[in-house]
């Protein structure tokens, strides 16, 4: 079982619809990632969570640390949105050393 | 935000031939680095991590002396593949950690494209 699991895998959505991602991991974390990646593959850091809830614009990211599961959603989705989703959990690699731990991404295609 | 740069954005070598790509923080000071590599519909894979002024920690199976890192400043790493095959065909990211963080703060550059011929 990999320490990083992304549900759902694929998803496609019309224009406009409220879109969520879900990330669950294993093990203890100091901080949790979400990414963007968009087709040609310059990766965007779209959140670092360690508690709580993160907003920018359409995007919310929250986090259960307690049931080690996080969520990102998108509000009024639009095609533009259309990417790769990553998750990526830190987890602490001794003294003040961390590795980043990836899911394998969910693919968003959002149609007009 | 924070930025980091990669350069060059995409680059196609011959067989044999070495590829240096680098990795800037431009707007703060990393002490720590990561290298990662992604191959086609893969997640992204840890390669080594790079501090600077002391040599990199390269994760298992990856090869040191075909993969060489070097952090000489604080805003600069550098990966160089030697003597690249096509197997080295992939997708090369480059993050850095933000060392004013109190809790562990990447950044990503937008990644390197390496075609070997």
């Known amino acids: 079982k990999n320490e990083v699991e992304q549900s759902p895998q694929n998803l496609t959505a019309q224009e406009g619809e409220f879109i969520t991602i879900n990330c669950s991991y294993s093990?203890?974390?100091?901080?949790l990632h979400w990414l963007q990646q968009h087709p040609g593959g310059g990766i965007v850091s779209l959140f670092m969570?360690?508690?709580g809830k993160k907003k920018h614009g359409r995007l919310i990211a929250t986090i259960n640390i307690q049931e080690k599961h996080s969520s990102l959603h998108i509000t009024a989705s639009h095609p533009r949105d259309s990417a790769v989703y990553i998750c990526?959990?830190?987890?602490?690699?001794?003294?003040?050393?961390?590795?980043?731990?990836f899911g394998k991404g969910t693919l968003l295609t959002v149609n007009p | 935000g924070a930025v980091v740069s990669q350069h060059p954005s995409r680059v196609i070598c011959k067989s044999g031939t070495s590829v240096k790509i680098e990795c800037r923080s431009l707007?703060?000071?990393?002490?720590?680095m990561f290298w990662y590599r992604q191959f086609p519909k893969q997640s992204l894979m840890l390669m080594a991590t790079s501090n600077e002024g002391s040599k990199a920690t390269y994760e298992q199976g990856v090869e040191k002396d075909k993969f060489l890192i070097n952090h000489a400043s604080l805003t600069l790493s550098t990966l160089t593949v030697t003597s690249a095959h096509p197997e080295d065909s992939s997708f090369y990211i480059c993050?850095?950690?933000?060392?004013?963080?109190?809790?562990?703060?990447?950044?990503f550059g937008p990644g390197t494209r390496l075609t070997v011929l």
């Open positions: 990526a959990v830190a987890v602490n690699s001794g003294g003040s050393n961390y590795k980043l731990t």
């Open positions: 093990v203890g974390i100091s901080a």
């Open positions: 707007d703060f000071q990393a002490t720590t």
């Open positions: 993050s850095a950690r933000d060392y004013r963080a109190s809790t562990d703060t990447q950044y």
């Open positions: 969570l360690s508690s």
